[in-house]
T-cell receptor, first 112, second 112 residues
Framework: DTGVSQNPRHKITKRGQNVTFRCDPISEHNRLYWYRQTLGQGPEFLTYFQNEAQLEKSRLLSDRFSAERPKGSFSTLEIQRTEQGDSAMYLC??????????FGPGTRLLVL | DQQVKQNSPSLSVQEGRISILNCDYTNSMFDYFLWYKKYPAEGPTFLISISSIKDKNEDGRFTVFLNKSAKHLSLHIVPSQPGDSAVYFCAASAEGFQKLVFGTGTRLLVSP
């Protein structure tokens, strides 16, 4: 296992379309996190899972965003009716202990 | 409200010299601090962390210092190498909370 993987690495879509991203965490990690990073900013927390349970959601996560982790392994993040303001790097991280999170390479989304 | 601040957007250092990156925080509930390094188009890579019960943690060329009374931490890199050139993010978390709160990053350039 070489670390957290994310697919796709890049996504270009038109405004109004739906997109889905996938994250595969480090295999023994039970916690999985989604963050969003925009230009010139640090990553901002979106949501967090422990096993399959979604335990916390940021107010940044509007109703158009939904995340799942159905079997406590991989996770998906879906954005419905994308807007240009959704353009960002979407980062996934996983951990076993609560604080040291290891990040994937990210999915860069561009909404035209 | 920026709870974690990195006031220097950039830092230039010569190879072999010391690099000192600074971070300030405002939330007194933060008790665990981490430094991540990020190359363009990649996710953040964990470097080093420190718990609030310590004032120093060292790992090879990297040392993190924590001054709780001043709500300040710093990352020292000695000696600096050109491969250290990247954006460095400070992050913090509070006991019982799973999310990391990031600063805006400092771009380090180490010149030969």
């Amino acid at each position: 296992d070489t670390g957290v993987s994310q697919n796709p690495r890049h996504k270009i879509t038109k405004r109004g379309q739906n997109v889905t991203f996938r994250c595969d965490p480090i295999s023994e990690h039970n916690r999985l996190y989604w963050y969003r990073q925009t230009l010139g900013q640090g990553p901002e927390f979106l949501t967090y899972f422990q096993n399959e349970a979604q335990l916390e959601k940021s107010r940044l996560l509007s109703d158009r965003f939904s995340a799942e982790r159905p079997k406590g392994s991989f996770s998906t993040l879906e954005i419905q009716r994308t807007e240009q303001g959704d353009s960002a790097m979407y980062l996934c991280a996983s951990s076993w202990d609560p604080d040291t999170q290891y990040f994937g390479p990210g999915t860069r989304l561009l909404v035209l | 409200d920026q709870q974690v601040k990195q006031n220097s957007p950039s830092l230039s250092v010569q190879e072999g010299r010391i690099s000192i990156l600074n971070c300030d925080y405002t939330n007194s509930m933060f008790d665990y601090f981490l430094w991540y390094k990020k190359y363009p188009a990649e996710g953040p890579t964990f470097l080093i962390s420190i718990s609030s019960i310590k004032d120093k943690n060292e790992d090879g060329r990297f040392t993190v210092f924590l001054n709780k009374s001043a709500k300040h931490l710093s990352l020292h890199i000695v000696p600096s190498q050109p491969g250290d050139s990247a954006v460095y993010f400070c992050a913090a978390s509070a006991e019982g909370f799973q999310k990391l709160v990031f600063g805006t990053g400092t771009r380090l350039l180490v010149s030969p």
